[in-house]
Structures are given as structure tokens and as C-alpha cells.
């Protein structure tokens, strides 16, 4: 592309979406990377109505401005009709034109600056000025280009008293991030998810990772109706359909994507009823089956796509998993493939200002943490357990972290709630294979800066595995890991309170919870 039809397509953007504009100034965008007169001219004029408070933002106003400052003569007005007929570009394209206008201009300063000091280097010592006068001028010229491509500017601390000690609107839920209800213990744990921080999730197999990343991406979309991207390299876009259709329904995925039970009874009447739910969260959660060609750069443009087809600044990011993202280029080191996937992960949450939540698998020593039971010396040992610090290809991945977490089976509470469950079912004549495989999942918060008060950094759930659920518990407190500490009567209470929502050693086991996707608590 030409370096007019650049400019034409990047002011096409900007004086058709003021979304654009916020985009382009964001990531450096000035009038003077444009290279012609003309271009800069008409750029100063639409940056100067978009900065004012109040003012419609359209060509008929962009025209009238043009015309009160004398500057729509008939050589601006053929530029404009011309720039007004090029398609607008995508958000996307648009920070590709943004950068291209950029590299050429640091380009061009680096160009002058070489001159210059050819043109020092050549003259004869009686004309040479003070060589140091001469550097310090070519050193405050570089630095003028980096600040030029900095995305940001450093500002001092001062700017941003002011906003936090005025009188200013406060959320109800007194969260600092996006809501994850109905996970209120959790909610409470992290204050929500956070803009510009980066979580972790780890675990081993079968403990439920991309059905709880899955939960908190459709409780971000319900709860505040914004984009969330959700890029898988596992699953397909119709299987985790059918999961979130089973978190609505309990009916079993698999019976979803047959279209019957295994004994042949359809399905599709009871799922005409999650219409409504589904309805409530859909158009904003967006499943991508990724591949190679969905490196961090595409899908930085396609956050920004899909934040300018809402007209939002809002979106949440998720990846499933962190190892899959794929790099411009092939990397032998597993290690430094990872830590270089993480480095930009936290990089992109504060440049989008968005939570980025990213799903790791562990290694082997994490594996073997997790995939059987402790035994008597271990049984009340907290850190007899996977950390981040097993997972898959690095353990430096937690410094990149906001918040780190590890889902890991508790072995002693599903036995025991295995147990209680069967002894009812007999008392009450039901067989026991009717039962639902029910894991106790504990969700590990190993790290969480700027954390909030809670009473654990431990939340404990219940994973129906059939039907990829999980139903919020409580707090597993330190006093759970002693001794002395008796688990019957918690038991009992996680039975009563599974029971009472619809999920207990009953015959027809597709009754969901009362609650929503993620079940209330105890």
C-alpha cells in the first residue's frame, strides 16, 4: 500500500469512529507521523473537535469547523471528498497503519540525525561547533523518537492523585474488578477480575480447568454485557457449547451433541428452557478454535476489532492454554518458548488494560502431586499439593502473575462425601451406580496481589465430572488441615446444601442448581 493511501484509509477510520481515535492515541498516534501538509491539517482539526466535551463528532461538523477556520478551500475539500471514499479500516488495521506512519517517521528523524553527523564528521575543524553541544542535541533527538514510539508516556505520580480523591461513582459490590458471581467467595478473594491483571490457572488432568475458566468467562459477559474473548487450542467451538448448554440444563454434553440419552430418550425438550439463560451471556462471549495463525499480535488486533464493534474500551481475555499460543517464529527451548509467552501475556493485559486469564497445564512432578491420595503423614500437610511452580515448561511463570491459582482434588473430603452419598442412597433404595461422580475440587489462590481480606486463600467446590459443573462451597479454613479437626459435620452440610439445589442420590440427575452457572455457596 501506497504511502497516501495509508494516511487517506488511517483518516478514513479516525473521522468515522470516534472509538478509532481513542485506539490511535493509545498506542502514539500524533498529526506529524502523517507525511503530507494536507493530511496533517485535517487530522488537527478532527482531533481538536474530538477533545472537545459535548461536540458532535460528523462530517457535518468536521466541514462547518474546516470552514469557521478558513481551511476548507477547494484543494482541502477534493482531499477530504477523497479520504471520505476510502473504506474505513478495522481496529485492527487500524494500529497497522498507525505503526507503519510511526516506523516511517522514526525512520525519516534517524535519517536526518545520520546527515547531521556526517555533516559534522566532514567539516573542517575551524567550522566543527563544541562536540559536545553536538551530541547532546543528536541524544535528545533519539530520545525524542523512542518517546515518539513509546506507547506510553511516563507521567509523574501527581496525575493520578486527583481521581482517586474526588467524590466519584462506587460500584455496589464494592469490587474492584469485573464480577465472577455467582462465585461469591471468590469474587471476594480476587475483588473480581481485575483490568490489566494477569491470572494463572493450573492443574492436572480431569480437574475441571477449562469448565472454571469457561464459568468465569460467562459470568463476566452476563454480569457486564462486554466482549470476552475465549481462545482454545483444545476443544472445539460446538463441544464447549454443549458444556455451557450442561451448566444450564444438567443435561450430559455428551447426551447434547448426540441428541439423546444413552437410552435413546431425546434431549431437546428439556433444553428449550436455557434459551433465556443462554440468551443472557451469548452475544458476548466469543469461543475462537485457534490454530497456528492466532499469534498474540492477531489477537491484539482482534480484541481491538471486537472492542470498536461494540464501542467499548471493556473486553476480558482468555486463553486455554498458555502453552499452545503460538510464536512468529519456532522456538526450541519449552522453557523460554513459555517465559517469553507469559512476558507478553502481562505486557497485552496492560496495554488492553483487561484481565488476561491464561489455563496451564503441570508438569509430571505436578501431576504425580495431584493424581492420588496422601497418605497418613500427608493427609494434613497444606503444601503437600501441585503450586505454579509445576507447571508445564517453566517455573518462572507465577513472577509474571498477578494472581496465581491451583486447582487441585481433595482426596479425604471426595471419599468422604463419595461415602455419605451412597448411605443415603441405600437408605432411600437407589442403586449406586444412579450416583453422579462428584470430585471436591480445592481452587489454591497462591498468589493475589493487592489482595483483598478474606478468611482463606482456599475455595472449595464441588466438580460434577459427567456433567463439567461446578457448584461453589466454601472457605477451607487452616484449621481443616489439623488433626483434630473432624470433617463429618462439614459433610453433612455440603450434602444438605448439594441436595436441596437439586443435586443429590436421586434417580433423574438433570435438575440444574438453583444459582446460575457457578452454584451459590453454603
Not at 286 to 309: F, P, S, W
Not at 331 to 345: C, F, N, V, Y
Not at 369 to 376: G, K, T
Not at 409 to 415: I, P, V, Y
Amino acid at each position: 500500500m501506497e504511502l497516501h493511501e495509508v494516511e487517506a484509509r488511517l483518516l478514513s477510520g479516525l473521522i468515522r469512529d470516534r472509538h478509532a481515535i481513542t485506539m490511535a492515541l493509545n498506542s502514539g498516534f500524533h498529526v506529524d507521523v502523517l507525511p503530507s501538509p494536507q493530511a496533517r491539517r485535517l487530522a488537527k482539526v478532527v482531533l481538536d473537535i474530538y477533545g472537545t466535551p459535548g461536540t458532535a463528532f460528523d462530517e457535518v461538523t468536521l466541514r462547518a469547523t474546516l470552514i469557521d477556520r478558513g481551511v476548507l478551500t477547494p484543494e482541502m475539500e477534493r482531499y477530504l471528498n477523497s479520504v471520505l471514499a476510502v473504506t474505513p479500516p478495522s481496529a485492527g488495521e487500524l494500529m497497522e497503519l498507525t505503526g507503519v506512519l510511526k516506523e516511517r517517521e522514526s525512520r525519516e528523524l534517524l535519517g536526518q540525525i545520520h546527515e547531521a553527523i556526517g555533516g559534522y564528521l566532514f567539516r573542517n575543524e575551524r567550522q566543527q561547533e563544541d562536540i559536545v553541544q553536538f551530541t547532546t542535541e543528536a541524544i535528545t533527538k533519539l530520545i525524542d523518537i523512542q518517546r515518539r514510539r513509546s506507547h506510553r508516556q511516563v507521567a509523574p505520580i501527581a496525575e493520578a492523585f486527583g481521581p482517586l480523591i474526588v467524590p466519584r461513582h462506587v460500584s455496589g459490590d464494592g469490587l474492584l474488578g469485573y464480577s465472577i458471581a455467582p462465585y461469591e467467595r471468590l469474587n471476594t478473594l480476587l475483588s473480581g477480575l481485575r483490568r490489566g491483571f494477569y491470572y494463572g490457572l493450573a492443574g492436572a488432568p480431569r480437574r475441571g480447568k477449562t469448565n472454571f475458566a469457561l464459568d468465569l468467562a460467562v459470568a463476566v459477559a452476563r454480569n457486564h454485557k462486554i466482549p470476552v474473548l475465549f481462545y482454545t487450542w483444545e476443544q472445539t467451538r460446538r463441544v464447549l457449547a454443549a458444556r455451557l448448554i450442561a451448566k444450564e440444563t444438567g443435561v450430559n454434553p455428551t447426551a447434547i451433541l448426540v441428541g439423546a440419552t444413552p437410552e435413546g430418550e431425546a434431549v431437546y425438550e428439556r433444553l428449550a428452557g436455557a434459551q433465556e439463560q443462554l440468551a443472557t451471556y451469548g452475544p458476548y462471549l466469543h469461543l475462537v478454535e485457534a490454530g497456528r495463525k492466532e499469534t498474540l499480535d492477531r489477537i491484539r488486533a482482534q480484541a481491538h476489532n471486537l472492542m470498536q464493534e461494540f464501542g467499548t474500551q471493556e473486553i476480558c481475555i482468555f486463553f486455554d492454554y498458555l502453552q499452545k499460543i503460538p510464536l512468529p517464529e519456532y522456538m526450541d527451548d519449552w522453557k523460554a518458548r513459555t517465559d517469553l509467552i507469559s512476558t507478553e501475556l502481562a505486557e497485552m493485559s496492560l496495554e488492553l488494560n483487561c484481565p488476561i486469564f491464561a489455563i496451564s497445564p503441570l508438569d509430571k512432578e505436578g501431576c504425580r502431586l495431584d493424581e492420588r491420595p496422601p497418605d497418613d503423614a500427608q493427609m494434613f500437610d497444606a503444601y503437600n499439593r501441585p503450586t505454579m511452580h509445576h507447571s508445564m515448561g517453566s517455573g518462572d511463570l507465577e513472577y509474571d502473575l498477578d494472581v496465581a491459582m491451583v486447582l487441585a482434588k481433595d482426596w479425604k473430603a471426595t471419599a468422604d462425601l463419595r461415602q455419605l452419598i451412597e448411605t443415603r442412597a441405600k437408605a432411600e433404595g437407589i442403586e449406586t451406580e444412579d450416583l453422579p461422580k462428584v470430585d471436591i475440587v480445592d481452587l489454591f489462590v497462591d498468589k493475589n496481589r493487592d489482595a483483598p481480606e478474606a478468611p482463606s486463600n482456599i475455595v472449595q467446590y464441588a466438580f460434577f465430572v459427567s456433567l463439567n459443573k461446578f457448584v461453589e462451597l466454601d472457605y477451607k479454613l487452616e484449621a481443616e488441615y489439623r488433626p483434630e479437626f473432624h470433617g463429618f459435620t462439614k459433610m453433612q452440610e455440603i450434602y444438605t446444601y448439594l441436595r436441596e439445589h437439586g443435586w443429590g442420590p436421586q434417580r433423574d440427575l438433570v435438575a440444574a442448581p438453583r444459582g446460575g452457572a457457578g452454584g451459590g455457596g453454603r
